[in-house]
């Protein structure tokens, strides 16, 4: 396979049969012009008014994309939550300033953001997100995160090939991932590719917080990924639906292009969380799904 399964967004936002046997099939759906080009230039003004509020202080918090998780940085565990930004691993130089505008210098902000912030919320919760979920299957959609994946110019970190069920883990599994593109997406500025299929031979790898308190990666299944990556490019406001257990990955972005995206995780409500999952929220922040 060379292409992903590739549909323009149907006028009426239900997915046909045809989609959903794709999705199915191949555990990611590619739908272009999902969102107007200029929600998403909303969004990124947003997030451009939150990254120039943020007061990194003295120690930037800097995010192992290859990793997918900051283990043992209570600023990274602690932020299920909350609204908080994290760096790319190349954003300081060797005096501990910042290379480059700070907007260019920051790996991700999560992981909250579409339940403390109405901009977020607004983008976050639509009846035709609502309507894609509920086409998918997602009974009981509840939003568990969200993402803005910045990707920046010339210093974007590569993110290895890993599933978000790895991360995102309930019992049975359920996690759905929604990816848009705010920007245009290449392989030149590093987009999103996928092991069509590879979902159907479950899940390899699990992170949980162990009886010490420090989240590990437990090994399920040590086989290689079937199959070979296949990039999905993407103009501005398509979006992206694969399953907890699709892996992807996504080259480094060495261009001149940022390749930001925005990428919300849900889960089905009716599914066991567990406790030693890394990503926990507080009491007052319930679990919400795709209607506002
Ligand atoms: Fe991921």
Sequence with gaps: ???????????????????????????????????????????????????????????????????????GDAYFEESGDKVRFFFEHDAFDDR??????????????????????????????????????????????????????????????????????????????????????????SLENGCMQFIPGAHKFGLKKRQRRGEDDKLRLETIDSTPWPGTPVPAEAKIGTLVIFDGCTPHLSGPNFSSRSRCAYTLHAIDRRCQYPADNWLQRSAELPLRGFTS
């Design 1 to 71: 396979m060379d292409r992903l399964p590739t549909y323009q967004t149907p006028s009426d936002g239900r997915l046909s049969a045809e989609m959903l046997a794709d999705y199915d099939e191949h555990g990611v759906l590619v739908l272009e012009g999902f969102v107007d080009p200029r929600e998403c230039t909303r969004l990124k003004e947003r997030v451009a008014e939150l990254v120039e509020a943020f007061d990194p202080g003295e120690v930037g918090h800097i995010f192992s994309a290859t990793e997918q998780t900051q283990l």
């Design 96 to 185: 501990g300033r910042l290379r480059q505008p700070k907007l260019d210098s920051l790996n991700k902000m999560g992981h909250a953001m579409h339940d403390l912030d109405s901009v977020f919320d607004s983008f976050s919760r639509t009846p035709a997100l609502a309507q894609v979920a509920a086409d998918i299957g997602i009974a009981e959609p509840g939003i568990i995160q969200s993402m803005v994946i910045f990707k920046p110019p010339r210093i974007g970190g590569e993110v290895q090939c890993h599933q978000d069920s790895t991360y995102i883990f309930t019992e049975p599994l359920s996690c759905i991932g929604f990816w848009f593109a705010l920007e245009d997406a």
